[in-house]
């Protein structure tokens, strides 16, 4: 399976670095210099600056609607390096890495999008955010809910990441994204990893874009992981893996349409009877009941570990909170707009013509 990692402003940039890392292909494109610059893995002719007759790459200063601009101005510079570097091969994926709370992520991702999707009609592009925390604040609220509402209209999948979920408790911000953007990483190649492994019960690519071609809904990963002496119950384990604390995104499952199961660990600890109680329950909970899974029995692993997808979701409290926030806040900036304008109406209605009082 050939995924391709385009990372898209400072967070997606630094999400695709870890990529690179692991040895995906990866590009890199922003409004900043300096960020680019600072990359560690992503070789110098993979990144690409954007925006510069427009911000002389400073970047955009969290303002989507720069961050669309720029991506428009070099839209052809950025799809003939990618032309160049990636090829129309084969591609199955493009994983686009952004934060949806900035500017040039959250606005050039959905304007880059629309042109792979254009250009490679095969290939699937996911979008893979991370959304922001609440106390950032209003502005980046409303620059997810714009992004929000673009990226729908034009990707297969919305891979949402809520940074409010997996953050922890007393690690400061720079540490929080660090740890956030490592495990994003890890779950996407491990997931990947299991893809066209051969065996007789494994998945392949066709799995993984049947349940991620889903009309640019949302979709969300969960994970569980324990020693396999100590697991009780594998069927415990793997539900523990699609309900809400192994999620990485609030949302209700029940409202998905597809799924998709990997289950990897020592063949002794992999019972077929517990995996399928564990596979009918998510068939029974999820409305489009479409379960792809994979077994991975592996000698020399001592742990059992459960990597899910669930695809086809328009319910998550994230992302309603996002949206209505953003709304309240647009129809009262409205309102205040209007007041301040019958405000200054008023204030200044019947003031004299002083040209006849200064004749
Ligand atoms: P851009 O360069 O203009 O696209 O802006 P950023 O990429 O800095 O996006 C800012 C948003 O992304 C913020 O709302 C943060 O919540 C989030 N963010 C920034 N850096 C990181 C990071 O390294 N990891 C994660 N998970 N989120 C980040």
Not at 93 to 107: C, D, E, M, N, S
Not at 300 to 312: D, I, N, P, Q
């Amino acid at each position: 399976m050939r995924a391709i990692i385009i990372g898209v402003g400072q967070c997606g940039t630094k999400i695709a670095d870890i990529f690179a890392l692991v040895d995906f292909e990866v590009l890199a494109v922003n409004t900043s210099r300096g960020d680019l610059e600072y990359l560690k893995h992503i070789p110098p002719e993979r990144r690409i600056l954007i925006g510069e007759s427009l911000v002389g790459g400073k970047g955009v200063n969290a303002n989507p609607v720069l961050g669309r601009e720029a991506m428009k101005r070099d839209l052809p510079l950025v799809m003939r390096k990618i032309a160049s570097l990636v090829g129309y091969e084969d591609v199955d994926v493009f994983f686009l890495t952004f934060g949806f709370g900035g500017g040039t992520g959250a606005g050039g991702t959905p304007v880059l999008a629309e042109a792979l999707k254009e250009e490679y009609p095969e290939a699937l592009v996911v979008a893979l955010g991370a959304l922001p925390l609440k106390e950032e604040g209003i502005r980046p609220t409303i620059n997810a809910a714009i992004t929000i509402d673009k990226l729908s209209k034009v990707v297969d999948s919305i891979i949402a990441i809520d940074n409010n979920k997996l953050k922890e408790s007393g690690d400061d911000i720079s540490q929080a994204y660090e740890k956030i953007n490592y495990t994003i990483v890890e779950r996407i190649a491990s997931l990947l990893a299991l893809i066209d492994v051969p065996g007789e019960q494994t998945l392949d690519a066709s799995d993984l874009k049947f349940v991620l071609r889903a009309m640019g809904s949302f979709a969300t990963i969960g994970y569980a992981k324990a020693d396999a002496s100590k697991v009780k119950s594998l069927s415990r384990l793997i539900i523990r893996s699609f309900e809400n604390e192994g999620l990485y995104l609030d949302v209700n499952i029940e409202a998905a349409l597809y799924g998709l199961v990997a289950i990897h660990g020592p063949p002794e600890a992999l019972k077929a009877k517990e995996i399928f109680e564990a596979l009918n329950e998510l068939t029974r909970r999820i409305r489009g009941k479409q379960i792809f899974r994979g077994f991975y029995p592996d000698p020399r692993e001592r742990e059992v570990e459960v990597v899910t997808l669930l695809s086809g979701i328009y319910e998550s409290r994230s992302i309603e909170e996002i949206v209505m926030t953003a709304k309240k806040y647009a129809v009262e900036f409205m309102r205040a707009k209007e007041e301040a304008e019958i405000k200054k109406r008023e204030l200044l209605s019947g003031l004299p013509d002083f040209d006849d009082i200064y004749p």
